[in-house]
């Protein structure tokens, strides 16, 4: 069936694919029993998301001291975690909205799970923070509120500025992955047999109607969330970066970082994002929609930032050397033959070597391929951020304070435990809520070769189809094309 | 306020180019008034067929980020350097740039939130248990015209143009809200799907 419906040279997505079948295609699994192995992932992923809670509810007995953070290394997994997971969200509104501004039609079959994933990693690595302030109970003083102890946050300081960052990401990521489920909620509703489920279908829709009326200012809301989520994903892994860039460590005191946390999140999240889709396409048959050019394309993205990453880990080798500072010098001799010599390895190995398979293109095209380069790249990444923040605390200036950081089994615990939290999150996802942007879907499909019944309707339309795109969709505009 | 009711025409078709050619001709040729037309996706173009303004939406949305902006910048200002100044390693209480990342952040919390909530409002939105359609298949595969017909129209007049443009089906429905110029449908959405 899948081979039927490959797509034409040239096109996105098959021209035999009707309207309807979307529809169909993509909220069947809705109102389905799940499948065996959706339970027996979805029971992994449960499963493993206990090692999370448990040394979560250990260290509200024992406090802290259970992990293996000290003096020098007060960070430790925690904050490995959270800027690990935060960059893996990057990838999703890159492709909701960056993508939407640069008009790439491409990311229509994307956008939906990427930006699911995006709430779901921003979530996760929520949690971390929250665990390492020790006393979660009272998490809530990060908030400025207005308190009996009158006294309120510090707006100087890079801790609070990530706290505004990361709960505004989320809050905009979900809003504008709300908006854009809201015609497929309509959908869904209008598609139920079933009395009770159209009747939560409609709330959820918020009863829209899909008149031409309504979406005039739908698209111009979209647009306009494009325009409010571009700049505010890349200050999200700036202002995190702040957290280091603003202190003295050597190896975290430099300009470089918002820049490189930047591409690093959007490396590991594009890696995330061709892990799942490599398994849910399989899974839900959904082969035709994200087709082997959408994952080519997503490896070409990962080929590329790579390549930004590479350079950035050779300019912060320059600039330890060009700048004649012994600290940073050091720091910089003890990343690669240190005590955390494998680490590093790793992270070389797997970001900077591994990903350059990618310029071939057979093996681009590869799923099993691209499905392990996409692991390791965020194995690659998760020692990124383990190098940065592990390695530039463990030496900073003088031998006295200095310290190693050996992570407990309770580190292990809540990082292995962490993925099962997402996961289990995105099993949920895709069983009840609509995988694909149906609508926006639908607006790139390539023509049918029936076209329009009226003679006129086909010359009076400019189409405009020959590169693939759509005829319909938003982005095309014909008055500039012709 | 009672919706005013005038009947309506609505032709159905299957493809985005039949219909934008449509409601151009019925808007400009026929000078029929308050079209709507219903569609699965934004179909680029049809909001200058139906001959309409741009949505007022965005520019919400960016008065909620310059007040965000605005708002942000006070409220840090005013907790540092007034209600409890505090001096932290000698800087002064409103260090500006400081201030920076978050006010940022905080105008665009606030855009995001006005643009959603100016989309709900601009299209009635709001979640309701019933929600009251044209017809089964605008969400799914059918493009929809509607076309009011007024006292100086006959039906049969408006149907034979729709017709004549190769309406896969016409169908006459009990009115439209001249107010808020949205179909006003009285059958509930338990009717039977439409099979255009």
């Not at chain 1, 992923?45 to 406090?63: C, K, M, N, R």
């Not at chain 1, 950035?312 to 940073?328: C, D, L, R």
Request: aromatic share 16%; proline share 6%; charged share 15%.
């Amino acid at each position: 069936m899948s081979i039927a419906l490959e797509p034409e040279e040239n096109k996105l997505l098959s021209s035999k694919i009707k309207m309807e079948r979307v529809t169909e295609e993509v909220l069947a699994p809705m109102g389905r029993f799940p499948s065996l192995p959706w339970h027996i992932a979805f029971g992994l992923a449960q499963a493993t998301a206990l090692l999370l809670v448990l040394p979560v509810i250990y260290q509200l007995f024992f406090g802290l001291g259970i992990y293996g953070i000290n003096n020098p290394v007060g960070w430790g997994l925690f904050i490995v975690n959270f800027v690990f997971w935060v960059g893996i969200g990057h990838a999703g509104t890159l492709i909701s909205a960056i993508l939407c501004l640069f008009r790439q039609n491409w990311r229509t079959s994307i956008n939906r799970s990427a930006e699911a994933m995006t709430i779901f990693a921003v979530m996760t690595a929520g949690i971390f923070p929250l665990i390492h302030v020790g006393r979660t109970w009272v998490a809530y003083w990060l908030v400025p509120y207005p308190a009996e102890r009158a006294l309120w946050v510090n707006f100087r300081s890079p801790l609070l500025w990530d706290v505004f960052a990361v709960t505004t990401y989320f809050t905009i990521s979900l809003l504008f992955w709300y908006q854009g489920l809201i015609p497929d909620w309509a959908t869904a509703r209008d598609r139920a047999k079933n009395r009770f489920f159209r009747s939560i279908y409609s709330v959820l829709s918020f009863g829209w109607t899909g008149s031409a009326r309504d979406w005039n200012h739908y698209e111009r809301a979209y647009r306009q969330f494009a325009f409010l989520a571009t700049p505010l994903v890349l200050s999200v892994h700036s202002i995190v970066s702040f957290d280091f860039a603003v202190s003295l460590i050597p190896g975290w005191h430099t300009t470089i970082f918002p820049p490189y946390f930047v591409v690093g999140a959007i490396f590991s999240g594009f890696a995330m994002v061709v892990t799942l889709l490599v398994i849910m396409r399989k899974l839900y048959n959904l082969e035709h929609y994200i087709t082997m050019k959408h994952l080519e394309l997503m490896n070409k993205v990962i080929l590329a930032t790579s390549l930004i990453i590479g350079y950035a880990y050779a300019s912060e080798f320059f600039i330890a050397w060009y700048s004649g500072h012994e600290y940073e010098q050091f720091q910089f001799l003890s990343r690669p033959f240190g005590h955390y010599a494998i680490p590093f390895w790793t992270m070389v190995i797997c970001n900077l070597v591994v990903p350059q398979i990618f310029w071939s293109k057979k093996m681009r095209t590869c799923i099993p391929v691209m499905f392990v380069v996409s692991l390791l790249v965020n194995v690659g990444m998760w020692f990124e951020r383990f190098n940065i923040f592990i390695i530039s605390l463990h030496n900073d200036f003088l031998p006295s304070s200095w310290g190693l950081y050996i992570p407990t089994i309770w580190d292990i615990s809540y990082t292995i435990g962490s993925f099962g939290f997402f996961f289990t999150l995105f099993l949920v996802f895709t069983r009840v809520f609509p995988t694909l942007a149906i609508a926006e879907l639908k607006s790139t499909l390539p023509a049918p070769s029936t076209g329009p019944k009226i003679p006129e309707a086909a010359h009076h339309a400019h189409h405009d189809d020959d590169d693939g795109s759509a005829r319909h969709h938003p982005d095309s505009n014909p008055k500039e094309a012709h | 306020m009672a919706p005013i009711q005038v009947p309506a025409a609505m032709a159905f078709y299957d493809d985005a180019d039949d219909l934008m050619y449509v409601t151009e001709k019925a808007r400009v040729e026929k000078g029929y008034k308050d079209l709507d037309a219903y569609t699965p996706y934004p179909v680029h173009g049809l909001e200058d067929a139906l001959g309409l303004k741009m949505s007022w939406v965005s520019t919400v949305a960016r008065m909620g980020l310059v007040a965000g902006w605005g708002l942000g910048f006070l409220f840090q200002s005013w907790t540092s350097a007034i209600d409890w100044p505090v001096n932290i390693g000698g800087k002064p209480f409103v260090s500006w740039p400081a201030w920076i990342p978050i006010t940022f952040e905080t105008g665009v919390l606030l855009a995001g939130f006005c643009n959603l909530l100016a989309l709900f409002v601009a299209c009635g939105l709001y979640p309701r248990p019933k929600t009251v359609i044209v017809s089964k298949r605008v969400t799914n595969d059918r493009f929809t015209l509607v076309v009011p017909i007024r006292e100086n129209q006959t039906e049969a007049e408006v149907v034979a143009f729709l017709r004549e443009h190769k309406a896969l089906k016409i169908k006459i429905i009990d009115g439209i809200d001249k107010e808020r110029q949205r179909v006003i449908f009285r059958a509930p959405m338990e009717e039977e799907p439409v099979t255009a």
